[in-house]
């Protein structure tokens, strides 16, 4: 059984009441629901934080652990962290990177991702399926 990490990073834990415009209306908890009904051959773990530290200790940490990809949305800190993207680059896993909305249509300081440019994709602006298209992809579901 295939193992996948979901990772959230700063202000996701209130996805569903955080701008609901943009963002959408549902929760982690419902992605997490989504992915297990969608890919149910496959075992996901979820960890979100609102701290860089925390979540560069975290891919560390899967590195080391039995994880065949990480699905990875870093939420603001993709635009702003080198930490992150040596992380990363460094942790020996697949990687893609899930951005709900469209980083590219939005501000400009939103535009470059330092995360990105390191991960092995990057979905973004297809709402919360995204999520389940990267599972797709790192489980090699055609
Ligand atoms: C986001 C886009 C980021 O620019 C923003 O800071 C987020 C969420 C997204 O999923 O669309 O917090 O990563």
């Known amino acids: 059984?295939?193992?996948?990490?979901v990772l959230n990073g700063p202000n996701l834990d209130?996805?569903?009441?955080?701008?609901?415009?943009?963002?959408g209306s549902k929760t982690l908890d419902d992605i997490a629901s989504e992915l297990r009904?969608?890919?149910p051959k496959a075992s996901f773990t979820f960890f979100?934080?609102?701290h860089e530290g925390m979540l560069v200790d975290k891919l560390s940490e899967l590195?080391?652990?039995d994880c065949d990809g990480v699905i990875f949305n870093p939420a603001a800190y993709s635009h702003t962290s080198i930490a992150l993207r040596d992380a990363i680059s460094s942790c020996g896993l697949p990687v893609i990177e899930v951005h709900i909305s469209n980083i590219h249509a939005r501000e400009r300081f939103r535009h470059h991702s330092h995360t990105g440019s390191v991960s092995k994709?990057?979905?973004a602006g297809l709402g919360t399926e995204g999520?389940?298209?990267?599972?797709?992809?790192l489980l090699d579901l055609r």
Do not use: C, D, H, W
Not at 14 to 23: D, F, Q, S, V
Not at 131 to 137: C, F, G, Q, T
């Open 63 to 65: 590195a080391e652990a």
């Open 131 to 137: 999520y389940l298209l990267a599972a797709r992809s």
């Open 121 to 123: 994709g990057v979905i």
């Open 37 to 39: 009904a969608n890919f």
């Open 14 to 23: 209130r996805l569903g009441k955080r701008e609901p415009e943009i963002y």
């Open 1 to 5: 059984m295939k193992t996948i990490a």
């Open 48 to 50: 979100q934080s609102n």
